[in-house]
């Protein structure tokens, strides 16, 4: 079987018909059994396969849940100005966090911790910093870059 590229600038369109010859047509059949043949073939098996899944009543993971939550405990709504004590010192090392660290900084309930911080910050929904909280410029203790480039 020989292979043909073609490379160029198309000027005008053309409509190319092959000659119909026996080698055609036996390579048409063969296109079409090769299409009628089903994607997928179901086998059936003399034994049953024992040694790949085997059902377990809990999964590693979900025990691991678990503890976690014995030991921990269900988040319970810290004093307010505690809870923004810790945001406050968190927002001096990093400008941005997402909520999800949030949570782990503060251990608080994701609801209560997004009613404080629509209060004091400003979420980002696009841009480099996308799906992040920051403080709201006057809760800043640090210069902002456009600030830093001015004051230099």
């Known amino acids: ?11 005008h369109r053309a409509e190319c018909r092959p000659v119909v010859t026996d080698s055609y047509m036996k390579l048409k059949k063969l296109q079409i059994k090769e299409s009628i043949k089903p994607q997928r073939l179901s086998q059936q098996l003399e034994r049953a396969v024992t040694t790949i ?4 009543a809990n999964h ?3 025990m691991e849940y678990e503890k976690k939550k014995k030991t921990e405990g269900k988040m319970v709504r810290a004093e307010r100005q505690l809870v923004l004590d810790m945001l406050f010192s968190a927002f001096e090392k990093h400008q941005y966090y997402n909520i999800k660290a949030l949570v782990d900084i503060t251990k608080q309930p994701v609801t209560y911790l997004k009613e404080i911080m629509r209060e004091i910050g400003t979420y980002n929904s696009k841009g480099v910093h996308k799906s992040t909280w920051e403080l709201k410029p006057e809760y800043r203790h640090y210069q902002s870059d456009e600030e830093e480039m001015q004051t230099t």
Do not use: C, H, T
């Open 1 to 11: 079987a020989r292979l043909f590229a073609l490379e160029g600038m198309v000027v």
């Open 53 to 56: 899944f085997k059902p377990v």
């Open 60 to 62: 590693d993971f979900n």
